[in-house]
Each structure stands twice: as C-alpha cells, then as structure tokens.
C-alpha cells in the first residue's frame, strides 16, 4: 500500500525529507518566486510558476493523484527550513524502474545535502519499493546536478539529444544516469 501522507526519511542529524503536504505549496512557491534567476536556468517549470496557486495545483496533483499514478514527493529540510524538493516520476511497477527529479535553494548548495537525499531516496525505491532500477536525467550543462548521480556510482548511459525545454524555449541534451539494484 503507498502512503500518501506523512512520511519521513532522515538524511542525516539534521536534514529529512518530508512527504510532501497542502501547506508546503507556500514554501514551494516563495523559493521559485525569490531564485527565479537562479532556478530557471536548468528548471523549466520556474517559467511557468507565477503565483502561489500555481503551486498548490502542483502539490494538489501530486497529492490527489490516483492510486495507479501515485509518486512520492519529499521537501528537503534542513534544521527544518525548506531547501528543496525531490522525488520520483514515471514509475514503472511492472517494469520496476523510476526516475528521480530534484531541486535546491541556492543558500543550500555545496553542502552535500542533494547527494544524501538522493542516496537516501534510492535505498527506498530499491528496498521499500522493491524497484530494480533509478534513472536520473541531468541537463549536460548542469554540471553540479550531474555530480550527484557521478558521486553515487550511478552509470552515465547516454546522452538524450534535445531532452528537455529550458527557459525561453532552448532545447537542452540531458545525460542520461542509470542505478540498478546492487546485487550482492
């Protein structure tokens, strides 16, 4: 059964991931509405987020979603300030795959807070979710996000020409991490 509220993962002595809930939709808002600059060079929702209910129906969609498209979605929190978000996408139950997608606050970078949370988040897609492999795409110019899978021993697989539409209608090529379950 996957929960739908109210989960935490501890990253470490002071960072967690929080399943995401209604009232998170404020602090989701206020980061892209102060960083826009800073967030929209890689992240094309930013563009597209211009008041506050735009992010609620983020989080409403995310929350409402039907059982059989059901995701989790976590905010970062550090010392209990909201840093970022992550969670997975397009999961494949049969095919027992996801995607993970991420983003953090500007003041929140160079910490290793993202790498943690994504180590933390694939040893419950591999455990929990009993998932057999994690893809993480990563603009190939975003050198810091393509660290975080590098760091983590994922595979680079390839590189996806034109993957993603980037702020202002600029195709980027995305490289393309795959981490499957450690057999031991």
Same mark, same amino acid.
Request: glycine share 8%.
């Given at each position: 059964?996957?929960?739908?509220?109210?989960?935490?993962?501890?990253?470490?002595?002071?960072? =967690?991931?929080?399943?995401? =809930?209604?009232?998170?939709?404020?602090?989701?808002?206020?980061?892209?509405?102060?960083?826009?600059?800073?967030?929209?060079?890689?992240?094309?929702?930013?563009?597209?987020?211009? =008041?506050?209910?735009?992010?609620?129906?983020?989080?409403?969609?995310?929350?409402?979603?039907?059982?059989?498209?059901?995701?989790?979605?976590?905010?970062?929190?550090?010392?209990? =300030?909201?840093?970022?978000?992550?969670?997975?996408?397009?999961?494949?139950?049969?095919?027992?795959?996801?995607?993970?997608?991420?983003?953090?606050?500007?003041?929140?970078?160079?910490?290793?807070?993202?790498?943690?949370?994504?180590?933390?988040?694939?040893?419950?897609?591999?455990?929990?979710?009993?998932?057999?492999?994690?893809?993480?795409?990563?603009?190939?110019?975003?050198?810091?996000?393509?660290?975080?899978?590098?760091?983590?021993?994922?595979?680079?697989?390839?590189?996806?020409?034109?993957?993603?539409?980037?702020?202002?209608?600029?195709?980027?090529?995305?490289?393309?991490?795959?981490?499957?379950?450690?057999?031991?």
């Amino acid at each position: 059964m996957k929960d739908r509220t109210g989960m935490v993962i501890k990253v470490d002595s002071d960072t =967690e991931l929080r399943q995401l =809930e209604h009232s998170d939709a404020v602090d989701i808002f206020h980061a892209i509405d102060t960083q826009r600059e800073y967030l929209g060079k890689w992240l094309p929702f930013v563009e597209f987020t211009k =008041e506050l209910s735009d992010s609620e129906k983020f989080v409403d969609m995310v929350i409402n979603a039907p059982y059989d498209k059901f995701e989790y979605v976590f905010t970062i929190r550090k010392a209990g =300030e909201f840093a970022g978000l992550i969670g997975f996408r397009d999961t494949d139950g049969f095919k027992r795959k996801t995607e993970i997608g991420y983003w953090l606050s500007e003041k929140y970078q160079k910490q290793g807070i993202m790498t943690k949370s994504v180590a933390k988040l694939c040893d419950f897609a591999f455990k929990r979710l009993k998932l057999n492999m994690v893809i993480i795409r990563c603009a190939v110019g975003n050198t810091a996000s393509r660290k975080i899978p590098e760091r983590l021993g994922f595979d680079l697989s390839g590189i996806q020409p034109q993957g993603e539409v980037l702020t202002g209608g600029i195709y980027t090529n995305l490289a393309v991490y795959i981490k499957l379950f450690p057999n031991k």
